[in-house]
């Protein structure tokens, strides 16, 4: 595994070059010294992770196993869906296979871990004891320290620029320098049936240059995230509504894909992962987009989908000079995805190897930034790479004062490799959009790219006129690459029209499949569409809301063929839709939010008796989606399978919420247990291990003993004091590995105690924790009784409420995984507590 550093913003984050996870596990690892040879740190375990846990101090860090997967066979398969479902289905069964050892260890040893498949790796955080017994085992690699990086200010001073959209027919200059704007009339591609990813700060997905070939953009004014828009770091909405809080996503996507003469490939599809929390990286975040890029999952992170892959990411980050993320670029091109990456702004303009890791990387695409006077930028990252001696950087493209979109719905001039490196990924749209055959050959791309190039001689470096450590092969010429590849392509062109009235189809999605593959573009506003294919035989399929889906099967088309498939589509007739929506008990639910998917059809709330009525819906088949209103409790979203083709009646109850383990939450049953046991916590910051009478198993992990604290905690991984400021699960910080009944900043005086009782017969056992009487420590009098109770039968935890002032409006409630990932949170400083009460969670089934 190699990781990595976050975005480059510009040359301060260069100057840091600091270390990821995956770029130190192939990098020299100091030891310390010793007299006693036996005392000598294990060179399995690099130096920043001895010192974060000297002295008996924790860390966070990552795993590596040294077994690896084979991608060799992924590579061997023809179509990009197969290439994508080859390399997913190795790269998780191997990591399964050979981390069951070391993760039956950790479950053990009571020690949470977050696995990755994509670099075969485990995070976990613990001791130097834990690291001195990981690093003895023979399976491992590496043990790394996770890593978090800055988002520092830009190369260039960053200007708002003025003025709205330009026109088509005036591109911003380093779209024009590259000769972009020549391929779009000179072969009328504009990168259509392509899709093109980045992994940076997220995206404004509705900003008007962006906007139309979002891949989640279904035509008629909605919009389905799912599977188009990542956020494991948990800034963006929780529905996955995409978000950019930086900007440096969106400027690198608008130079890709955007509208109004911004972007290099205007009509490809886009889908982004926020791999960036906002102006700082974790490694963490990073290694699920990549991990997401080839197998894009729902927005919980759940159902992977490798078939939807994106043919091209763009890289605009990095740092350090080791082999971080290296093997999941090997993935992303065993995969058939074509990767970018920017080579860094760490340049003088005269220095030698100064150009930075993964972009410095041999097996990656690395790409250095000129001017628009074609001068290269002092900036810019030169060769030889200090990772491997590879010529670097591979290819140039422009990277100063360039203008692209912003959060906001405006545009900004920004500078560095960031801006340089997506020139080149919407190229490589515009090469496999003209010549689809290319489609998953990376290395016959990047030989065309590098033969289209146009030499710079400068070899202070090293290396020719051709291929040097500044320039690479040269500034990026795509028209040329375009022009020397195979042109047998065959051009699909037609338009789309309503069957009785003749009327232009704007935004009916227009998709040919073949071997799992499919490529799809969109009507334009006349109702026209363009799509060029590889020779083959393709089905053919016409979709828009409103209307009869229309196909043709078994279409052959034959190199270099030009064929006119005009069609029409049936307008379907609309149907009421009403019904009731009940909550997870079966009562009526006020104020829940009822949905069509994918439609245009705007969204009702229910009334006082749960009653809902949608406005028409046209017949198809559709997701009928239910969500509770705030405080949610235990109220689960809905998600129905609706078949319109009559008025309709629906009934729908609401789900037990979930988390993504599988523990879920409903209301429980009332039946208060008494302590009868004390426990040795008092005081305002307090802390007691206690034995459980049976093993208590908590998101796959068996516990025997658990520490109870004054703060309403359960903490199955360590005593902590300190946790008095409650927060929103789940959290990043600690704590992790809790169960949090009434989690406040409690005090327990000698009016307050903590107890325990044990009801039952064995295999029936309940096992009650129980606050007397706890004391709110914001001054006041008020005084809280509430308990957490576990079944042994069951695996369940019910907290129950005997009095609580305030109704929970300052605690968190719920449950949390050992590597603060997973929750199941009930209520955040939310006033839904009441005096005899209760909440029972039960065991999920993963």
């Not at 097996?363 to 030889?384: E, H, Q, R």
């Not at 083959?536 to 828009?544: A, N, V």
């Not at 291990?689 to 905690?713: C, D, E, M, R």
């Not at 005997?802 to 719920?814: I, S």
Request: aromatic content about 8%; proline content about 5%.
């Amino acid at each position: 595994m190699h990781l990595h550093q976050p975005p480059w913003r510009g040359r301060a984050v260069w100057a840091a070059a600091a270390f990821t996870v995956s770029a130190l596990l192939t990098a020299p690892l100091s030891t310390a010294a010793a007299a006693d040879a036996d005392a000598a740190p294990s060179p399995k375990v690099d130096s920043a992770l001895l010192n974060a846990v000297d002295g008996g101090g924790q860390a966070s860090f990552f795993v590596v196993l040294k077994d690896q997967a084979d991608l060799s066979a992924a590579k061997k398969k023809q179509s990009h869906a197969a290439k994508a479902k080859s390399a997913f289905s190795e790269l998780r069964s191997h990591a399964k296979t050979s981390q069951k050892s070391l993760n039956t260890f950790l479950d053990k040893e009571k020690v949470g871990h977050q696995d990755y498949w994509i670099a075969n790796a485990v995070q976990v955080t613990g001791d130097q004891a834990l690291v001195d017994r990981l690093a003895k085992r023979p399976d491992v690699a590496r043990i790394v320290k996770e890593q978090t990086y800055r988002l520092d200010e830009t190369e260039s001073k960053v200007s708002a620029a003025t003025g709205g959209t330009a026109a088509d027919d005036a591109p911003e200059w380093g779209v024009k320098d590259i000769k972009a704007d020549q391929v779009w009339s000179q072969y009328e591609d504009r990168g259509e049936g392509i899709v093109i990813a980045n992994v940076d700060s997220g995206v404004q997905y509705n900003h008007p240059d962006l906007v139309a070939n979002y891949r989640g953009n279904n035509g008629d004014g909605s919009f389905s995230h799912d599977y188009n828009f990542y956020d494991p770091t948990g800034n963006c909405a929780a529905d996955g509504t995409p978000c950019d809080n930086n900007g440096h996503g969106t400027h690198t996507m608008g130079t890709m894909v955007g509208k109004g003469g911004v972007g290099v490939a205007p009509n490809a599809k886009w889908i982004a992962a926020k791999g960036c929390e906002s102006d700082e990286c974790s490694d963490e975040y990073l290694l699920k987009a990549g991990q997401w890029i080839l197998a894009p999952t729902d927005h919980t992170g759940q159902n992977p989908r490798p078939e939807l892959a994106p043919n091209i990411v763009n890289n605009s980050w990095g740092g350090g000079d080791t082999t971080f993320y290296q093997d999941i670029v090997e993935a992303w091109n065993s995969a058939g995805i074509f990767e970018a990456f920017a080579a860094g702004n760490d340049g003088d303009g005269a220095t030698c190897s100064t150009a930075h890791a993964p972009g410095s990387q041999a097996p990656a695409y690395g790409v250095g930034a000129y001017d628009v006077n074609g001068k290269i930028a002092d900036f810019s990252g030169f060769g030889p790479s200090l990772v491997d001696n590879s010529m670097k950087p591979n290819i140039s493209a422009p990277g100063v004062d360039v203008r692209s979109t912003w959060p906001g719905s405006s545009y900004m001039v920004e500078s560095g490799t960031s801006m340089a490196t997506p020139h080149v990924a919407g190229a490589v749209a515009l090469l496999w959009s003209a010549a689809p055959s290319l489609i998953g050959k990376i290395d016959e791309t990047r030989a065309l790219l590098n033969q289209g190039a146009s030499d710079v001689d400068d070899t202070h470096c090293g290396g020719t006129a051709g291929m040097n450590n500044v320039w690479g092969e040269g500034k990026l010429d795509i028209l040329s690459s375009i022009d020397k590849a195979p042109h047998i392509a065959a051009t699909i062109t037609g338009r789309a029209t309503d069957k009785a009235t003749g009327t232009a189809l704007a935004g009916v999605t227009v998709s040919a499949t073949t071997d799992g593959t499919t490529r799809s573009v969109t009507t334009g506003g006349d109702g026209t569409y363009r799509l060029t294919l590889a020779a083959g035989t393709y089905d053919f399929s016409y979709s828009g809301y409103g209307y009869a889906t229309g196909s043709d099967n078994d279409v052959t088309v034959a190199e270099s063929q030009s064929l006119t498939r005009d069609f029409t589509l049936d307008a379907v007739p609309q149907h009421a839709v009403s019904g009731t929506v009940l909550d997870v008990t079966g009562k009526p639910l006020a104020k829940a939010t009822v949905a069509v998917e994918g439609t245009p059809v705007p969204a009702v709330t229910t009334d006082a008796t749960g009653r809902f009525t949608l406005p028409r819906v046209s017949e198809g088949a559709f997701t009928l989606t239910t969500t509770p209103p705030v405080p949610v409790r235990c109220n689960g979203v809905d998600s129905t399978e609706l078949t319109i083709d009559a008025d309709k009646t629906v009934n729908v109850r609401l789900p037990a919420r979930s988390d993504a383990y599988g523990n879920s939450c409903t209301p429980g049953t009332y039946a208060w247990i008494a302590g009868s046991t004390k426990v040795a916590v008092s005081g305002d910051e307090d802390a007691k291990n206690i034995a459980l009478p049976f093993p208590v198993k908590f998101y796959g992990a068996s516990y025997t003993s658990a520490a109870v604290t004054t703060n309403g905690l359960i903490n199955f991984l360590a005593p902590r004091v300190g946790d008095y400021v409650n927060t929103a699960l789940p959290a990043a910080a600690k704590p992790d590995g809790i169960v949090a009944p009434f989690w406040d900043d409690l005090v327990l005086d000698n009016k307050s105690s903590v107890q325990t009782a044990t009801t039952g017969k064995t295999g029936k056992r309940t096992f009650a924790i129980v606050w007397n009487k706890a004391l709110f420590a914001d001054g006041g009098t008020d005084r809280v009784t509430f308990e957490a109770v576990f079944e042994e039968a069951t695996g369940a935890i019910t907290f129950q409420y005997k009095t609580v002032p305030g109704n929970g409006g300052k605690a968190t409630v719920g449950i949390e995984n050992q590597t603060g990932t997973d929750a199941l949170q009930y209520s955040f400083n939310q006033t839904v507590l009441t005096n005899g009460s209760a909440i029972r969670i039960a065991q999920g089934a993963k």
